[in-house]
Antibody
Framework: QVQLQESGPRLVKPSQTLSLTCEVY????????CTWIRQPPGKGLEWIGN???????IYNPSLKRRITMSVESSGNHFSLKMTSMTAADTALYYC????????????WGQGTLVTVSS | QSVLTQPPSASGTPGQRVTISCSGS????????VYWYQQLPTTAPKLLIY???QRPSGVPDRFSGSRSGTSASLAISGLRSEDEADYYC????????????FGTGTKVTVL
């Protein structure tokens, strides 16, 4: 069974860059697309983007200028970087496997809460 | 602001059937598959329905999905207390250069 675990800082200062990692357990990442999703407290889900093991990415146009996704070949994980963080970026950040890049988000991590505050 | 509109809430008594709608457009539901996710309190979302009406292994057949034109629906029959959760529809939208959109979400309450 595939399990995912997000990790990264819980607190980020305004204007700083957020770096998150999604570790994949139980399968090799060369089988998957990885999707990042976020959920502000008490609000709905927002798709951030996805990345294939090959490095091909699709980003949410509203976030495209600020995000970079990558595959870490040295480990079995994916990464997300988001620049110029503001309070509006405070959210639970999830990673999920995307079957064939179809939007079929099958396996989800438990999420990591990121708060943007000085 | 989501392009997929759901009612904010729905409710029913145990055993009843509840239906949740998801309204979109020709650029999303009208031309792409619909997915449904269930989010229990304080947990990560879980895939409930894929490709409009397919259930992943382990999802009870009380849950069913359908798509017609630019709208989709999720039906929960034989409502149970453990079905109390938030439900989100999702689909790709072709109007921008690749965007996966979630619905606004529906809170289901079991009375």
């Amino acid at each position: 069974q595939v399990q995912l675990q997000e990790s990264g800082p819980r607190l980020v200062k305004p204007s700083q860059t957020l770096s998150l990692t999604c570790e994949v357990y139980g399968a090799s990442i060369d089988s998957y697309f990885c999707t990042w999703i976020r959920q502000p407290p008490g609000k709905g889900l927002e798709w951030i983007g996805n990345i294939h093991y090959s490095g091909r990415t699709i980003y949410n146009p509203s976030l495209k200028r600020r995000i970079t996704m990558s595959v870490e070949s040295s480990g079995n994980h994916f990464s997300l970087k988001m620049t110029s963080m503001t309070a509006a970026d405070t959210a639970l950040y999830y990673c999920a496997t995307d079957v064939g890049g179809s939007g079929h988000l099958r396996d989800w991590g438990q999420g990591t809460l990121v708060t943007v505050s000085s | 602001q989501s392009v997929l509109t759901q009612p904010p809430s729905a409710s029913g008594t145990p055993g009843q059937r509840v239906t949740i709608s998801c309204s979109g457009s020709t650029s999303n539901i009208g031309s792409n598959d619909v997915y449904w996710y269930q989010q229990l309190p304080t947990t990560a979302p879980k895939l409930l329905i894929y490709s409009n009406n397919q259930r992943p292994s382990g999802v009870p057949d009380r849950f069913s999905g359908s798509r017609s034109g630019t709208s989709a629906s999720l039906a929960i029959s034989g409502l149970r207390s453990e079905d109390e959760a938030d439900y989100y529809c999702a689909s790709w939208d072709d109007s921008l250069s690749g965007l996966y959109v979630f619905g606004t979400g529906t809170k289901v309450t079991v009375l």
